[in-house]
């Protein structure tokens, strides 16, 4: 199970609303072996594609660098899919190479409502697991 900060939540449905038509991406660090999504981390889509997402190698070299300043770790990788379901596509399943993670999916195809799903990707076998918001609701 995903549990997440919902103010974590909602900066990360508005980065997905703020790059879309494009797919966007980041991560969420925790202390290391702690499962606990603390320190958001907005980063560059280098395709600039509404199709597919990949970090710039430069920006994750430096954030995976602070990451391992702080004694942290990803414990949520996410991104945007603009047109479809959020559920993770074969070129994402390949590009999951984090075990630990947690791997966020957000719907922006309606404007109205984002779809928030969670999913574990290990050795290509995808999970879904259930998301709890936690702090105080948004007003």
Request: contains cysteine; glycine residues 4%; charged residues 35%.
């Amino acid at each position: 199970m995903l549990r997440i900060n919902r103010e974590i939540r909602d900066r990360i449905v508005a980065h997905a609303r703020r790059d879309h038509p494009d797919e966007a991406c980041g991560i969420v660090a925790g202390p290391i072996g702690s499962d606990r999504p603390e320190r958001m981390v907005e980063m560059a889509n280098a395709e600039r594609s509404p199709t597919f997402y990949r970090f710039d190698s430069k920006e994750q070299l430096q954030v995976w660098r602070e990451m391992d300043d702080r004694d942290e770790e990803p414990v949520v990788i996410y991104h945007s899919h603009t047109a479809t379901e959020a559920y993770p596509s074969r070129t994402d399943v390949s590009y999951a190479s984090e075990p630990n993670a947690h791997y966020v999916l957000v719907s922006t195809r309606d404007p109205e409502t984002a779809e928030f799903r969670s999913y574990r990707i290990v050795d290509g076998e995808i999970t879904e697991e259930p998301v709890e918001f936690t702090g105080e609701p948004a007003r």
